[in-house]
């Protein structure tokens, strides 16, 4: 499988690049219109675009159901460029950034990638994955003039390969984190000349909010014993990648792993922000959110993939965290805006 060249920029162009090679692997004719790629549906369903905010910033998003396998290379095509990637609701894909490797089962829906350019990463989907990204693409010159000079902690936690070449993996991300990106898509129901304000609002607040998570993090790591961490992260990692079995009993969670309860309840807490019954919460939810938008469950069964055997008590629990019901997060839709916004073939 040829892999897919994205080399992510502030003006777009990175969207022709992405449709020439869409349009080779479909022998079809798609094309860019209002900064917006629509999926040939052999290919996928779905769509990426570029929302240029100011001289210096841009907002990318990628939004796609795979119909295909398809292998993305990402990098940067200005040298003088930071950028903050959010994984917000992937599943069933492969990310790969330097010697990191994770998948998106599920239970690791959010992520953030702070990197400069000359950093690659890769992204792999199978048929029937789901990718859902977001790109914030700023300049030096536009960092330090409205964020100023942003400087990555000293700690294993990043990743240097040469002195050029640097960038932070964070995974996990925070419901704040999450609830700002989505106020993005809110922005296209204001004026049309009040939206720029409205964007670079989010971007500030959500830059903010990331930073100030992933210096937390490095305080918070810092007095935990590296061996116990790989020990506790590596034991949750398989639990939460089959979100359909109930959660066992912190006892034996902790028993399994050699721990007392107390011991593994404070660890826990230091490496997750919350304690255990509260992150499994979290992560069911974001599991069953990424399960609906994909259009191809209904609420009862992606009740049963996060192990509710009660859809009522699933549906409640959906709606205290996000505040809609979960059929309300289906995309009935979602074919007719993709069709109607289709390039000329």
Same mark, same amino acid.
């Given at each position: 499988?040829?892999?897919?060249?994205?080399?992510?920029?502030?003006?777009?162009?990175?969207?022709?690049?992405?449709?020439?090679?869409?349009?080779?692997?479909?022998?079809?004719?798609?094309?860019?219109?209002?900064?917006?790629?629509?999926?040939?549906?052999?290919?996928?369903?779905?769509?990426?675009?570029?929302?240029?905010?100011?001289?210096?910033?841009?907002?990318?998003?990628?939004?796609?159901?795979?119909?295909?396998?398809?292998?993305?290379?990402?990098?940067?095509?200005?040298?003088?460029?930071?950028?903050?990637?959010?994984?917000?609701?992937?599943?069933?894909?492969?990310?790969?950034?330097?010697?990191?490797?994770?998948?998106?089962?599920?239970?690791?829906?959010?992520?953030?990638?702070?990197?400069?350019?000359?950093?690659?990463?890769?992204?792999?989907?199978?048929?029937? #994955?789901?990718? %859902?990204? =977001? @790109?914030?693409?700023?300049?030096?010159?536009?960092?330090?003039?409205?964020?100023? /000079?942003?400087? *990555?902690?000293?700690?294993?936690?990043?990743?240097?390969?040469?002195?050029?070449?640097?960038?932070?993996?964070?995974?996990?991300?925070?419901?704040?984190?999450?609830?700002?990106?989505?106020?993005?898509?809110?922005?296209?129901?204001?004026?049309?000349?009040?939206?720029?304000?409205?964007?670079?609002?989010?971007?500030?607040?959500?830059?903010?909010?990331?930073?100030?998570?992933?210096?937390?993090?490095?305080?918070?790591?810092?007095?935990?014993?590296?061996?116990?961490?790989?020990?506790?992260?590596?034991?949750?990692?398989?639990?939460?990648?089959?979100?359909?079995?109930?959660?066992?009993?912190?006892?034996?969670?902790?028993?399994?792993?050699?721990?007392?309860? #107390?011991?593994? %309840?404070? =660890? @826990?807490?230091?490496?997750?922000?919350?304690?255990?019954?509260?992150?499994?919460? /979290?992560?069911? *939810?974001?599991?069953?959110?990424?399960?609906?938008?994909?259009?191809?469950?209904?609420?009862?069964?992606?009740?049963?993939?996060?192990?509710?055997?009660?859809?009522?008590?699933?549906?409640?629990?959906?709606?205290?965290?996000?505040?809609?019901?979960?059929?309300?997060?289906?995309?009935?839709?979602?074919?007719?805006?993709?069709?109607?916004?289709?390039?000329?073939?």
């Amino acid at each position: 499988m040829k892999p897919i060249s994205l080399k992510i920029d502030q003006d777009g162009s990175w969207l022709s690049d992405l449709a020439d090679n869409v349009n080779e692997m479909s022998g079809l004719h798609y094309r860019v219109q209002n900064n917006r790629f629509v999926f040939p549906a052999s290919v996928a369903e779905g769509f990426a675009e570029v929302i240029p905010v100011e001289r210096g910033l841009s907002l990318c998003t990628l939004d796609l159901l795979t119909h295909t396998e398809l292998a993305l290379m990402i990098s940067s095509r200005n040298p003088d460029t930071v950028n903050f990637r959010y994984n917000l609701g992937s599943i069933n894909s492969e990310e790969a950034v330097g010697p990191e490797y994770f998948s998106t089962t599920g239970s690791n829906l959010r992520s953030l990638l702070v990197y400069k350019a000359g950093v690659t990463t890769w992204l792999s989907a199978r048929r029937g #994955s789901y990718l %859902n990204y =977001l @790109f914030v693409v700023m300049s030096d010159e536009w960092m330090r003039a409205n964020i100023g /000079e942003m400087i *990555m902690p000293d700690s294993a936690h990043l990743m240097r390969r040469n002195m050029h070449d640097h960038f932070y993996l964070y995974q996990d991300l925070d419901m704040p984190i999450y609830a700002t990106t989505r106020q993005i898509g809110d922005v296209r129901s204001i004026a049309w000349d009040c939206r720029a304000v409205a964007y670079k609002g989010i971007t500030l607040q959500l830059i903010s909010l990331s930073w100030s998570r992933i210096i937390s993090q490095f305080r918070d790591t810092g007095q935990i014993n590296i061996a116990d961490k790989e020990k506790m992260v590596t034991f949750m990692d398989r639990i939460f990648a089959d979100l359909s079995k109930p959660l066992p009993p912190v006892e034996k969670l902790a028993a399994t792993i050699f721990m007392s309860k #107390s011991k593994f %309840n404070q =660890l @826990f807490k230091k490496i997750y922000q919350k304690n255990v019954y509260e992150y499994y919460s /979290e992560i069911r *939810m974001h599991k069953a959110m990424a399960l609906l938008k994909t259009g191809r469950y209904s609420v009862a069964e992606v009740a049963h993939e996060i192990s509710y055997m009660n859809h009522g008590h699933f549906s409640r629990a959906f709606s205290k965290f996000y505040g809609m019901l979960p059929k309300d997060c289906i995309p009935k839709m979602r074919n007719f805006r993709i069709r109607r916004n289709v390039g000329t073939t």
